[in-house]
């Protein structure tokens, strides 16, 4: 039987966001966890690991959110096997902290040992948005997850599926369904191309109440309960504790 133990030690918790696909909306999904965290925890428990080189949450959060701690780690061939080691490392004691929380930010690319890193979360964000052109390879993706989490008896991480880029008014996602049904997977709350990160480039975070664009405001809620109901209130756990789990849960409807 998959082990379930040592992950929820203490309440603490990694959360990878990844995608073998780029330009789906890693780094702007990183930030817009981070900040929705900080309205639900202290921001002195929340650590976010930028393993992309472009740094754009390294860069993003230490203007916005300063409080929030922010490490640089590119994981680039010439880095790989350094800076893999030390995510690796953290991720660790990250499991013996209480009530804290790693989000770590994850760059394009096919790496095998970057993914197997990734399986040694609590869960993963995975964004995608509806079009073949992403979910193909979001697909591969998660198949590669599948094998990881098989191969060691796993049932960490907790795969979640982010749809973004979602038009206005969107209610049908029978395709991803359909395209996901044979995985582990959970569809998350429906994004509009992560709208509320966008509009953060405008200010401050005390400036964000002070915007008036109401559908970002109402993705980054509804993200945040997600998130906060899911992975930190644990429902995930309850879920999958159900032998008789359904494949392809979509708990936000």
Known sequence: MPSNKSKNLNGAKSIFVANVKGGVGKSTLSIMLARSLADRIPAQNIT???TDLQRTA???LSKSNPE??????????????TNISLVQQFIKQNEFRPGHVAIVDTPAGSSQRLWNLVAEGYCVLIP???????????ENFIRSMDKVKARYGKSYPHLIVCPNKIPFGQKDFSLMAERLKNHDVVIGPA???????RHFYNGKAENWENKTNTNAQSDFKQFGSFIEKFVLGEELDKIYSKNNAPKNVVPIR
């Open 58 to 60: 390294t860069e993003f």
């Open 48 to 50: 976010v690991i930028d």
């Open 68 to 81: 929030i701690n922010v490490e640089f780690l590119p994981i680039t061939p010439a880095f790989e096997n």
């Open 191 to 197: 994004l509009r191309d992560l709208a509320s990160v």
């Open 128 to 138: 995608t948005t509806l079009s073949n052109a992403d979910l193909y390879p979001t």
